[in-house]
């Protein structure tokens, strides 16, 4: 009940700040996978012409989403009554000061139907853009129609939408109600698109973006890992321009673009390896995109540690069993399994394509093991959940520089302590 009368309150504050302040234009973040990244994309590029807020972290629930849109801190306590009075004092105090942003990008999160809906009482965003719509939070959400509809409702309250043609079916279309709908990707079938024309791990891709609204193409270098995440770089492209850049300071902004920790960010390994950091999270989407990109990669050996995927739910064993289905034999030296979903599932399929695996119950145990096994130049892929997984601790250990370790994921004194009581359960 405290909660929820803190929320209405925040609510209230954000409704009369963006009246206030109408020239503040919003573009709302929503989707399965790939938020954060494709945010700060859009970031990257609009700060090369505009003031823009943006807040790092996935602050993107019910209390925490109207504080990033107002530009203010989530309290350390949120059951202390004074703290969230100094909260709504600062919130006033926003409100009656000149403005200080052109733009505020903001993602919305949703673990539950009617959530993203919500967001439609008190915001209005300029572009909505809808990243993917992939399985999510099963345990609530328990169909991909149900996910679909979800994820889309952002793209129909908001005054003009962009949709990830890639990673969108397009049979869910059919819940969109807006008509102002435009489509991104990597594929020719989406209006803003990309053409890769060269692609290094040193220098990432170099090529040309393509746009309905552009005479010519666009020449550019975007330095960050995997097709998935170059489709992030395609959306900021397309909002710099529905926002009025011009194409030399979206360029410009493009190639400013870097990895988000945990991400897709390459990282130097023992043994002259390159490692490939995803741990921030994981879903189905996400470890095909990524094998996919690891598969791409020229290298005398692949390696790919997977931890289990949360929240899926009753889909669990089938969406284990289907990444299982794509370790590829001819591609992988090793597929590496942490945690009891994916040793219980993507294990099993794995080995009846012919993968060598090998499964641990944490990740510090999977990375003595990849320590052992990874040879001169090797590519090694690291991916999974968040919660009781904690993949990022596995590539820790086969890191060439102890110095990196503030890269990873998930490094905070808090964060630290909750894994270490997690591993000493483990043992």
Known sequence: MFSKIIQIKLESLVKR???KHSDIKLVAVAGSVGKTTTKVAIATVLSQSFRVRLHEGNHNSELSAPLAILGIDYPDNIRS??????????????????????????????????????????????????????????????????????EMGVANFSKQALINRDDI????????TNAD????????????????QDFSLKDGYKGQFIAPDLDKRVEVSVQIVGEHSLRSAVAAFAVGLKMGMDAKSIAKGLAAITAVPGRMNILRG????????????????????????????????RIAVLGSMNELGASSAEEHKKVGELC????????????DEAEKYLAPAAKANGCQVKSFKTAVAAGGFVRGAIE????????GSQGGIYVEEALKVVLQSAADDIKLVRQTPAWIKTKTEFFSNQS
């Open 169 to 176: 079916d397009g049979e869910y279309a059919k819940y969109l």
């Open 376 to 383: 001169d130049g090797s590519v090694v892929l690291f991916k």
């Open 181 to 196: 709908v435009s489509t991104y990707g990597t594929s020719a079938t989406a209006e803003y698109h990309f053409i890769s």
């Open 17 to 19: 700040y963006l009246a």
């Open 328 to 339: 590829n034999p001819n591609e992988l030296a090793w597929v590496i399994t942490v945690g």
């Open 270 to 301: 023992i043994k002259n390896s390159v490692l490939i950091d995803d741990t921030y999270n994981s879903s189905p989407l996400a470890v095909k995109s990524s094998l996919q990109t690891l598969y791409q990669l020229p290298a005398p050996q």
């Open 81 to 150: 009554i004074s703290a969230w009075i100094g909260v709504f004092r600062a919130a006033k105090e926003r409100i009656k000061s000149p403005t200080d942003v052109d733009i505020i990008i903001q993602e919305l999160g949703s673990d539950r139907i009617g959530q993203i809906a919500h967001y439609r009482k008190y915001l209005r965003p300029d572009i909505g853009v809808v990243t993917a719509i992939s399985p999510e939070h099963m345990e609530f959400f328990e169909t991909m129609e149900n996910v679909a509809k979800e």
